[in-house]
């Protein structure tokens, strides 16, 4: 939870959670309060309501989560083209100069939400790499199809 509480504040996020958050292993899921009086054994549960994010070393939002905070005029976005867009799915880094928009103002150690025209495509972190600032790639929607094809 002390994750999910420290990425929301790092993406300048205002979002608050009024229902319940429930722990399954190292994934977060909201659900309703009145939904909790039907659960009776909580350790055979493997998912329930809105999945959020998981915690492996550090906070990996979900894409519905992502999605609901890009809706937010305060949070910390910034804007790139087509071309970086798919070069940050497929999981690369985006460096300073393929940014066309940011706001607000790029300041190393923070997260912004990448943005392309409307859609969020994940999450990048400002970081400097040999004194040239980049948006080191945190998690993208990509990730799911990568994960995916491990598998096969």
Same mark, same amino acid.
């Given at each position: 939870?002390?994750? !999910?509480?420290?990425?929301?504040?790092?993406?300048?996020?205002?979002?608050?959670?009024?229902?319940?958050?429930?722990?399954?292993?190292?994934?977060?899921?909201?659900?309703?309060?009145?939904?909790?009086?039907?659960?009776?054994?909580?350790?055979?549960?493997? !998912?329930?309501?809105?999945?959020?994010?998981?915690?492996?070393?550090?906070?990996?939002?979900?894409?519905?989560?992502?999605?609901?905070?890009?809706?937010?005029?305060?949070?910390?976005?910034?804007? =790139?083209?087509?071309?970086?867009?798919?070069?940050? =799915?497929?999981?690369?880094?985006?460096?300073?100069?393929?940014?066309?928009?940011?706001?607000?103002?790029?300041?190393?150690?923070?997260? !912004?939400?990448?943005?392309?025209?409307?859609?969020?495509?994940?999450?990048?972190?400002?970081?400097?790499?040999?004194?040239?600032?980049?948006?080191?790639?945190?998690?993208? =929607?990509?990730?799911?199809?990568?994960?995916?094809?491990?598998?096969?």
């Amino acid at each position: 939870m002390r994750e !999910y509480e420290e990425f929301l504040k790092n993406i300048n996020s205002s979002m608050l959670i009024e229902k319940e958050i429930i722990k399954i292993n190292d994934k977060r899921f909201i659900i309703n309060t009145e939904l909790l009086n039907f659960i009776k054994d909580r350790s055979r549960l493997t !998912y329930i309501g809105t999945f959020i994010g998981r915690t492996k070393k550090t906070w990996n939002p979900s894409t519905i989560l992502l999605e609901q905070i890009a809706k937010e005029d305060k949070t910390n976005k910034i804007w =790139v083209n087509d071309e970086t867009a798919w070069l940050f =799915v497929c999981g690369r880094d985006i460096f300073i100069e393929n940014i066309l928009k940011s706001s607000p103002q790029i300041m190393l150690g923070l997260h !912004y939400l990448v943005m392309n025209n409307n859609d969020c495509l994940g999450v990048a972190r400002a970081d400097t790499i040999k004194n040239k600032i980049i948006m080191n790639n945190i998690f993208d =929607v990509g990730d799911f199809l990568r994960r995916e094809k491990k598998l096969e």
